[in-house]
């Protein structure tokens, strides 16, 4: 068992843990992320989750998507919003963090304008 550093707690709480496996069924994917089948599927259905379907029709997910279900999971607890709000909070977080990365990206001298 390796030691806390200085000023840490030592203790952690891993959110979630991504599997090794590509992807998963329905079934697996439910039972990691701790929610019923047929609300994974329901958050498939409003674009909240993406999903990719066989042949037969069966759901397969990435293993990415454990994060992002998480994430489901959280905002709803916090907020306490319905699905389609959970879908506009999470288009907005998103468009916010690809703008922040735009402007890490940017050149230090272009970042600010001038007032003068």
Do not use: C, K
């Not at 037969?56 to 997910?61: D, E, Q, R, S």
Request: hydrophobic share 45%; aromatic share 6%.
């Amino acid at each position: 068992m390796t030691r806390p550093r200085a000023g840490t707690t030592g203790a952690r709480y891993p959110i979630i843990v991504v599997p090794t496996a590509p992807r998963l069924g329905l079934e697996s994917f439910a039972d990691r992320g701790g929610l019923h089948p047929e609300l994974v599927q329901r958050f498939v259905a409003l674009g909240l989750l993406d999903a990719h379907r066989d042949a037969n029709g069966a759901l397969w997910f990435a293993a990415n998507q454990l994060p992002a279900l998480a994430r489901i999971r959280r905002l709803r607890a916090g907020l306490q919003l319905n699905y389609a709000g959970l879908g506009l909070v999470i288009e907005l977080l998103d468009r916010i963090q690809r703008l922040e990365d735009a402007l890490r990206t940017q050149p230090a001298g272009r970042s600010q304008s001038s007032w003068t």
